[in-house]
């Protein structure tokens, strides 16, 4: 959890989410993102957090039943095949996730159409900067090249022009 401590509130924060929202936690593990994001939604919103491993997820489940999250559910899943409808969630969050099974861009496109119009992925990725390419050595370099000119330019959220949101081109 220290790990995660600092990237939490302004991962929460960049996604927009608020009351009354629907938010799905990509990678949820064991709930260091989820937990926020749910408060955040607050018991009008709904949260749902998807992890590949069984035992997190039902691990996530019975510690949210202990708190009386009942507006927070988890499921079994692979990111790269994420089951949902389309237009499905106002906010998509990933905590330290993504870069684990992206090998591309191409990859991260599913998630474009779960989003409504003016929906926001927001992710967070480690930062490896090698000398001798500047990139981060530790993603793909479809990754690196996809997401780093966003997160060094922020956006007005009001305007809907962030790089992730339904209105604009994967």
């Keep these: ?14 996604s927009g989410t608020g009351t009354g929202q629907s938010v799905l936690d990509v990678g949820c593990g064991t709930r260091h993102l989820l937990f926020p994001v749910t408060e955040a ?4 919103g709904e949260v749902i957090g ?4 069984e035992e997190m997820a039902e691990y996530v489940e019975g510690d949210a039943r202990e708190r009386g999250l009942g507006q927070m559910a988890t499921h079994v899943m692979n990111g790269q095949k994420p089951d949902y409808p389309a237009a ?8 330290f996730s993504v870069f ?16 409504r119009p003016c929906g926001v992925f927001s992710a967070s990725t480690p930062s490896f900067f090698p000398t001798t390419t500047g990139k ?10 996809l997401l780093l000119p966003h997160l060094t330019q922020p956006k007005e959220r009001d305007a809907c022009d962030c790089p992730f949101a339904t209105t604009t081109g994967w």
């Design 100 to 115: 684990i099974w992206t090998h591309g861009s191409s990859e991260l496109r599913p998630y474009r159409a779960l989003l």
């Design 1 to 14: 959890m220290i790990l995660f401590s600092p990237i939490v509130r302004p991962l929460v924060e960049s």
């Design 136 to 145: 981060w050595g530790f993603l793909p370099e479809t990754v690196h090249d």
């Design 50 to 53: 998807f992890d590949l491993a």
């Design 41 to 44: 939604v607050e018991p009008s």
């Design 88 to 95: 499905r969630f106002d906010a998509i969050v990933a905590g």
